[in-house]
């Protein structure tokens, strides 16, 4: 069964907004990786300071229940807040990726397909029929487990 969590988008505060939170729920971070990170086959160039941008960063909140979020670069433009947010679904596996991403996205916009990532996930991204964001993933190392 899918798992549902919150991920959070900001202007390049992601860091400060994370090491808040984590004051708050306590614990630490599962991980946390930088635009700079993102290997150079990618062909996406940053500028110095979105080098340092967070591009990922996961918070455990409760044993069911992870805080995730990522700052914006100038390849995605500022989020407008109150339109800072999607919903994150793991799925347990590739066939249940695809036919959730598939339901949801029906009458909506696909802002990025379902595909293999350099950070071992069949992931996508996607604006639901009624303005929701949305984001698919399929940890692939689950499946050689």
Same mark, same amino acid.
């Given at each position: 069964?899918?798992? %549902?969590?919150? $991920? &959070? +988008?900001?202007?390049?505060?992601c860091e400060e907004a994370f090491n808040f939170y984590?004051?708050?729920? !306590?614990?630490?971070?599962? $991980? *946390?990786?930088?635009?700079? @990170?993102?290997?150079?086959?990618?062909?996406?160039? #940053?500028?110095?300071? @979105?080098?340092?941008?967070?591009? /990922? %960063? =996961? &918070?455990? %909140? =409760?044993? @069911? +229940?992870? &805080?995730?979020? =990522?700052? +914006? +670069?100038? /390849?995605?433009?500022?989020?407008?807040?109150?339109?800072? #947010?999607? *919903?994150s679904i793991n799925a347990d596996s590739r066939e @249940?990726?695809?036919?959730? #991403?598939?339901?949801?996205?029906?009458? !909506?916009?696909?802002?990025?397909?379902?595909?293999?990532?350099?950070?071992?996930? $069949?992931?996508?991204?996607?604006?639901?029929?009624? !303005?929701?964001?949305?984001?698919?993933? /399929?940890?692939?190392?689950?499946?050689?487990?």
């Amino acid at each position: 069964m899918a798992t %549902v969590n919150i $991920y &959070l +988008t900001f202007n390049g505060n992601c860091e400060e907004a994370f090491n808040f939170y984590k004051s708050a729920f !306590g614990g630490d971070f599962d $991980y *946390i990786g930088r635009f700079g @990170e993102i290997p150079q086959q990618e062909a996406i160039t #940053f500028s110095d300071e @979105e080098k340092k941008r967070i591009m /990922h %960063v =996961s &918070l455990p %909140v =409760s044993k @069911e +229940t992870i &805080l995730m979020g =990522s700052d +914006t +670069t100038s /390849h995605s433009g500022d989020v407008k807040f109150g339109d800072n #947010f999607s *919903i994150s679904i793991n799925a347990d596996s590739r066939e @249940e990726a695809v036919r959730l #991403f598939n339901s949801l996205s029906a009458g !909506g916009k696909i802002t990025m397909p379902m595909k293999e990532t350099f950070w071992g996930a $069949y992931f996508g991204m996607f604006e639901d029929k009624f !303005g929701v964001n949305w984001m698919v993933n /399929h940890d692939v190392q689950q499946e050689a487990d």
